[in-house]
T-cell receptor, first 113, second 117 residues
Framework: DGGITQSPKYLFRKEGQNVTLSCEQNLNHDAMYWYRQDPGQGLRLIYYSQIVNDFQKGDIAEGYSVSREKKESFPLTVTSAQKNPTAFYLC????????????FGSGTQLSVL | AQTVTQSQPEMSVQEAETVTLSCTYDTSESDYYLFWYKQPPSRQMILVIRQEAYKQQNATENRFSVNFQKAAKSFSLKISDSQLGDAAMYFCAYRTPANFGNEKLTFGTGTRLTIIP
């Protein structure tokens, strides 16, 4: 079945540590996105990419980095510069188009030890 | 910048009754897209319904329908014949047209819907 796979489901980060969240899609979608979800704040856009080897900052990119070396993969690194990383992270993808919906992964819950 | 406001943090409805969730947005664009997403306890985001701003007809999907008021920048979701499986967080979202480099979805803060048996 086609879809978006995020791993791991739960992740713990120690102080000063970088961690990488995986996002893989086999839908042949061009565009991929990373969102952060905090309680009571909805989803906020971290980074997005509409083509391989290119990506743009979203509304809350500080402390995060991404790469898009392959169409199907869009990993997110939470760096030690992100002082409040505890959140639920959602990856999404879509076809390029005027009203195409986003398909979401099942998310990764990141917590700080 | 575009903003999406959901003023009802929580709502509840009796099973089989109808409930309406509110959403307003702010934009200077004339062409855009609006969505309602559902997030059940599993936290999987599920598209409920979508509306294109240039279409005057309100979108419907089975028991779900919207009341799109473009001039008022309002986009409410009506759920008819509420079922226990409708219990979830509901997010309203706004999307700019898919121009290269300008394609992203902006979400409201959500409304938690409880279904009372």
């Amino acid at each position: 079945d086609g879809g978006i796979t995020q791993s791991p489901k739960y992740l713990f980060r120690k102080e000063g540590q970088n961690v990488t969240l995986s996002c893989e899609q086999n839908l042949n979608h061009d565009a991929m996105y990373w969102y952060r979800q905090d309680p009571g704040q909805g989803l906020r856009l971290i980074y997005y990419s509409q083509i391989v080897n290119d990506f743009q900052k979203g509304d809350i990119a500080e402390g995060y980095s991404v790469s898009r070396e392959k169409k199907e993969s869009f990993p997110l690194t939470v760096t030690s510069a992100q002082k409040n990383p505890t959140a639920f992270y959602l990856c999404a993808s879509s076809i390029q188009g005027r009203n195409e919906k986003l398909f979401f992964g099942s998310g990764t819950q990141l917590s700080v030890l | 910048a575009q903003t999406v406001t959901q003023s009802q943090p929580e709502m509840s409805v009796q099973e089989a009754e109808t409930v309406t969730l509110s959403c307003t947005y702010d934009t200077s664009e004339s062409d855009y897209y609006l969505f309602w997403y559902k997030q059940p306890p599993s936290r999987q985001m599920i598209l409920v319904i979508r509306q294109e701003a240039y279409k005057q007809q309100n979108a419907t999907e089975n028991r779900f329908s919207v009341n799109f008021q473009k001039a008022a920048k309002s986009f409410s979701l009506k759920i008819s014949d509420s079922q226990l499986g409708d219990a979830a967080m509901y997010f309203c979202a706004y999307r700019t047209p898919a121009n290269f480099g300008n394609e992203k979805l902006t979400f409201g803060t959500g409304t938690r819907l409880t279904i009372i048996p």
